[in-house]
């Protein structure tokens, strides 16, 4: 396939099988929205840029994928839930544990070396600490894209690998177009997406 059409493709797989759930979906547009915010807000604040994104952006997203999407037997795309796991192509919900884990372990890593064995200036108060704390929370998120890119060159070919962090890079502009009436289908009890509409 050509990249484009890649994209198109990871896109699909990642909307039918990961995001029936209208509630999973309208708490991806709030995270679309605070990450389109952060993309912003990193030109001028990275402090907050980065805690909005890490702590309203990944959380609330996560939060939607851990405890809205079914776990079990898939009847629209006729596929179990171990199934999907296992050909996931980005970051499945072990390796999402293995990564906010990481991430939820950054503050304490700092407290108890506050220079990062000489990579940062050690903070003298708390606005340092959290200041500090962006910057390793970026590296994190930043460290994480790029590590499960260059896997996936070595998995399947360096295609998937661009495509996917491109994918990564353009998810909250394409999660606002694709879920933007969701929160309406959550008020009405449309509680899950018949993915009759490819997108």
Do not use: C
Not at 91 to 107: A, D, E, F, Q
Request: zero cysteines.
């Amino acid at each position: 396939m050509k990249f484009l059409e890649e994209l198109r493709e990871q896109r699909w797989d990642d909307h039918r099988y990961y995001h029936r759930s209208r509630i999973n979906q309208s708490l991806h547009l709030i995270s679309a929205i605070s990450f389109t915010s952060a993309y912003v807000l990193v030109f001028f604040d990275p402090v907050i840029a980065v805690f909005l994104g890490w702590i309203v952006a990944m959380i609330t997203r996560q939060i939607g994928h851990f405890f809205f999407e079914p776990k079990g037997y898939d009847d629209v795309n006729e596929a179990t839930h171990q199934h999907k796991e296992s050909i996931k192509v980005g970051y499945n919900l072990r390796r999402k544990v293995i990564l906010l884990s990481i991430w939820g372990l950054t503050p304490v890593l700092l407290y108890f070396s506050p220079s990062i064995w000489g990579i940062f200036t050690p903070h003298t108060d708390f606005y340092g600490f959290l200041h500090n704390l962006s910057y390793l929370w970026l590296a994190v998120g930043l460290g994480a894209i790029a590590f499960r890119t260059v896997h996936l060159f070595f998995l399947q070919d360096v295609q998937t690998g661009l495509v996917w962090a491109t994918k990564i890079f353009t998810d909250p502009f394409h999660d606002i177009k694709i879920y933007y009436k969701s929160p309406l289908y959550v008020l009405k009890g449309d509680l899950y997406d018949p993915m009759t509409e490819r997108i």
